[in-house]
């Protein structure tokens, strides 16, 4: 693919990530982004064949964006607590410099689009949870450090309470700032979150 293209559809996706933010509930049409790129209807559709896989474009950035830092974040920091620390801000973090993309994972300008996009919206956060659940598993192997919960509880506890967040930050206007009393409320989150260390056996 030419570099070119790849800037055309780039600029079709920021156009419409800019659009999400700047016009929260209103339903965009490939007319109105048209005019926002300053391109033809056909000129965007030779670049993608429809709006749901523009919306599919943002969604792919968003897991490339925090796939690719969660692992640089696994292989950087031993510790499983601010293993959780770090994913949870980076997830926070993304959502507020990018307002508009947020609203996709909400679902909130998802509404009326294809099964498709709301089952890759599922499957990130699955995806997230499931790293999340991993790294509670390798903590009592590597730390003797065990959730007070079971292990599938306690990874979505803490999806939750990320997510919770987030559909605040949506459901306010983007006021409510999605990392705004997270660096309180963290600690507080994690307090009770381990049993004590597992007794290790000493030969």
């Known amino acids: 693919m030419s570099s070119e293209k790849i800037n055309r559809r780039q600029q079709i996706l920021q156009a419409l990530a800019h659009m999400l933010e700047a016009s929260p509930g209103a339903r965009i049409t490939t007319a109105a982004l048209a005019k926002e790129v300053g391109f033809s209807e056909a000129a965007l559709y ?20 925090i796939f690719s830092r969660v692992s640089k974040i696994l292989q ?3 510790s499983a607590p601010l293993r959780c620390q770090k994913i949870l801000h980076l997830l926070l973090a993304f959502c507020e410099r990018n307002p508009g993309i947020t609203r996709l994972l909400t679902g909130d300008a998802l509404t009326g689009e294809t099964e498709r996009l709301h089952g890759r919206i599922l499957q990130f956060f699955d995806r997230l949870e499931t790293q999340l659940k991993q790294i509670l598993r390798d903590a009592e192997l590597r730390e003797q450090l065990r959730p ?8 979505n506890l803490l999806m939750a309470s990320a997510e919770g967040r987030i559909v605040q930050y949506v459901r306010s206007g983007f006021r409510r700032k999605p990392t705004e009393y997270w660096a309180e409320q963290w600690p507080v989150l994690i307090a009770g979150f381990f049993r004590e260390p597992v007794a290790v056996a000493h030969r």
């Not at 709006?51 to 792919?60: A, P």
């Not at 007070?148 to 990874?155: E, K, S, T, V, Y």
């Open 148 to 155: 007070a919960i079971p292990l599938g509880g306690a990874a």
């Open 46 to 65: 030779r670049h993608f064949p429809s709006k749901s896989k523009m919306f599919e474009g943002l969604i792919e950035f968003i897991e490339e964006t």
């Open 76 to 78: 950087e920091e031993p």
